[in-house]
């Protein structure tokens, strides 16, 4: 079936490091996927989509590219912050008339100053 | 009220109670879903209603009962539950159909702790 690996974290960083999560993924067909960030004590947010090979989806600083040949989607900013502490969770809508998303097992990251 | 609530926030229940939890969006959306959260574990899928039709149920617990009386509330009526159950549990909001953005809307969850 169809299934997401992120990179286990957590990740630490220092302000204004460089930040790339990898996600891969497995499916049948052309999925869309998402990158989603959950801050302490709150729900899911999206934080960007791309729905079709090469698409970037970009917000807030963070890019992601989907990449057919390899099967990845990896999240990249070029310069966090503090406030980008939180956990991000790779996903891909399986197939169906729903919007089944399935998720990988988030990466928390934890920015320092 | 904008997006998806839910409520309660937080709940703690003893193993022979009853209780249930709301969720409301606020979307015009036609799909609503419920996602377990626990810890180490990736989110679960447990239940999806697409127009008010219960179009998945993931082989969860009969302890676990849904209800969704209309496109805009979802329960999660909970009776008898193990301490395993304690997790975050969201609510999910899409809208299917001819005007589907793909992605998925959530609540900031209820938090269950079972004694």
């Known amino acids: 079936g169809d299934s997401v690996t992120q990179m286990e974290g957590p990740v630490t960083l220092s302000e204004e490091a460089f930040l790339t999560i990898n996600c891969t993924y497995t499916?049948?067909?052309?999925?869309?996927l998402f990158w989603y960030v959950q801050y302490p004590g709150e729900g899911l947010q999206l934080l960007l989509k791309?729905?079709?090979?090469?698409d970037k989806g970009s917000n807030k600083g963070f890019e992601a590219t989907y990449r057919k040949e390899t099967t990845s989607f990896h999240l990249e900013k070029g310069s966090v912050q503090v406030s980008d502490s939180a956990v991000y969770f790779c996903a891909l809508s399986s197939s169906g008339g729903y919007n089944k998303l399935i998720f990988g097992a988030g990466t928390r990251l934890a920015v320092h100053p | 009220e904008t997006g998806v609530t839910q409520t309660p926030r937080h709940l703690v229940m003893g193993m022979t109670n009853k209780k249930s939890l709301k969720c409301e969006q606020h979307?015009?959306?036609?799909?609503m879903y419920w996602y377990k959260q626990s810890a180490k574990k990736p989110l679960e899928l447990m239940f999806v209603y697409s127009l008010e039709e219960r179009v998945e149920n993931n082989s969860v617990p009969s302890r676990f009962s849904p209800e969704c009386p209309n496109s805009s509330h979802l329960f999660l009526h909970l009776h008898t539950l193990q301490p395993e159950d304690s997790a975050l549990y969201l609510c999910?909001?899409?809208?299917?159909?001819?005007?589907?953005?793909?992605?998925?809307?959530f609540g900031e969850g209820s938090r269950l702790t079972v004694l």
């Open positions: 979307l015009g959306h036609n799909a």
């Open positions: 999910a909001s899409s809208q299917v159909g001819s005007s589907n953005t793909g992605e998925l809307f």
């Open positions: 499916a049948t067909g052309y999925p869309s």
């Open positions: 791309a729905t079709k090979a090469d």
